[in-house]
């Protein structure tokens, strides 16, 4: 059973249809109860960081979630700031992340000093996976679609299992212990981003 966050942010519906297309059970989880027994999650997000922490905290279920992914070793995937918001800090905002990803959000701007780069990072990209393997598996010609002008820098190289070209190698997927990252939208990236999440049920 996949079960999505549902805090008012992201693409709820779009996973939902991918995992119902796949014949996968799925389910969203809108409190705290909606997370018990949760095999695989699904954590969203669009806009800022401070704001998606804001409204995670507001929905009730963080603890909850910390339970799940810290206590019970539950297998997460975090999307675009859902992603971001796993690490411990952005210089987007102000708040504290989860931190359950040793490292920190920077803007793409202030690490590649081109004044001429045009932020947001938005559309199609190629991502080189570390290997392909995981959640990269069956995916010969990795391409997802990117929305965003901050990406998250990992404390420790081997978190980080693929990059993107943006100025820079830039990390775009994480992975630490059951903690997965995707910067990309694998819900809007067609047969990669399928595919993907067809692997992230069969971790």
Same mark, same amino acid.
């Given at each position: 059973?996949?079960t &999505? &966050?549902?805090?008012g942010? /992201? ?7 991918? =995992?119902r ?15 018990d027994?949760?095999?695989? &999650? ?14 995670? *905290?507001k929905? /009730?279920?963080r ?25 411990? #800090? #952005?210089?987007? /905002? ?7 990803? $040793?490292?920190k959000?920077?803007s793409?701007?202030a690490?590649?000093?081109i ?6 990072h938005?559309?199609?990209?190629? !991502?080189?996976?570390v ?5 990269f598996?069956?995916?010969?010609? $990795? ?8 990406y998250?820098? $990992? ?7 693929? !990059? @993107?070209?943006? /100025?820079? *190698?830039? !990390?775009?997927?994480?992975? =630490?212990?059951?903690?997965?990252? @995707?910067q990309?939208?694998?819900?809007? #990236?067609?047969?990669s981003?399928?595919?993907l999440?067809?692997n992230?049920a069969?971790?």
């Open positions: 059973m996949i &999505i &966050i549902d805090y942010l /992201g693409n709820v519906k779009a996973f939902e249809s991918v =995992y297309r796949l014949d996968i059970p799925v389910k969203l989880a809108k409190c705290s109860s909606d997370l027994g949760a095999e695989k &999650i699904i954590l969203p997000g669009v806009g800022s960081f401070d704001w998606a922490v804001s409204m995670l *905290d929905s /009730g279920m603890a909850a979630l910390d339970h799940a992914v810290l206590a019970e070793s539950v297998p997460v995937l975090g999307v675009c700031v859902g992603m971001q918001i796993m690490a411990e #800090s #952005s210089e987007e /905002g102000k708040l504290n992340g989860l931190g359950w990803i $040793p490292g959000v920077t793409i701007r690490t590649v000093g004044d001429t780069l045009r932020l947001p938005m559309g199609w990209n190629d !991502v080189k996976p290997h392909a393997d995981g959640i598996k069956g995916i010969p010609n $990795p391409r997802f679609y990117f929305l965003h002008s901050y998250i820098q $990992p404390k420790f190289g081997e978190h980080s299992i693929a !990059v @993107t070209d943006y /100025g820079l *190698d830039m !990390v775009c997927a994480v992975k =630490y212990k059951n903690i997965y990252g @995707t990309f939208h694998p819900e809007k #990236s067609h047969d981003g399928v595919q999440l067809r992230f069969m971790i």
